[in-house]
C-alpha cells in the first residue's frame, strides 16, 4: 500500500514564499503531483511531473509555482512563489502507478496579511 508523508504548507502573506514536499512510500510512480481543494470547492489540479521530469501546471499558478521529484526518494517537491490570498486552499500530494492512484492526508497554505 503507498503511503504518502507531505511537510511544508503554513501561513505566509501574500507575494511570499512556501515550499512544500511529498515522500512517497513504494516506487514506480509514473506521474506525481499536487492538488489542492480551497473551502467551497472543488479539488483541482496544481501541478503534475513524468517520472522524466516533462511538468505540467494549472494556468492559475504558471510562471509562480515550481513542481519537481527526486526519483531515487520517490519525493516530489512543489515552490511556491508570488503567493495569493487565492492560492490558500489544502494542498494534497497524488501519486500514481500503472494500477492505483494515491493521496496524501493534506496540509494547510494560507496567505493572508
Known amino acids: 500500500q503507498v503511503h504518502l508523508v507531505e511537510t511544508g504548507g503554513g501561513l505566509v502573506q501574500p507575494g511570499g514564499s512556501l515550499s512544500l514536499s511529498c515522500a512517497a512510500s513504494?516506487?514506480?510512480?509514473?506521474?506525481m503531483g499536487w492538488y489542492r481543494q480551497a473551502p467551497g470547492k472543488q479539488r483541482e489540479l496544481v501541478a503534475t511531473?513524468?517520472?522524466?521530469?516533462?511538468?505540467n501546471y494549472a494556468e492559475s499558478v504558471k510562471g509562480r509555482f515550481a513542481i519537481s521529484r527526486d526519483n531515487t526518494k520517490n519525493t516530489v517537491y512543489l515552490q511556491m512563489n508570488s503567493l495569493k490570498p487565492e492560492d490558500t486552499a489544502v494542498y494534497y500530494c497524488?501519486?500514481?502507478?500503472?494500477?492505483?492512484?494515491?493521496w496524501g492526508q493534506g496540509t494547510q497554505v494560507t496567505v493572508s496579511s
Open positions: 511531473i513524468t517520472k522524466g521530469g516533462t511538468p
Open positions: 513504494g516506487s514506480s510512480f509514473t506521474i
Open positions: 497524488n501519486a500514481k502507478t500503472v494500477r492505483s492512484t494515491s
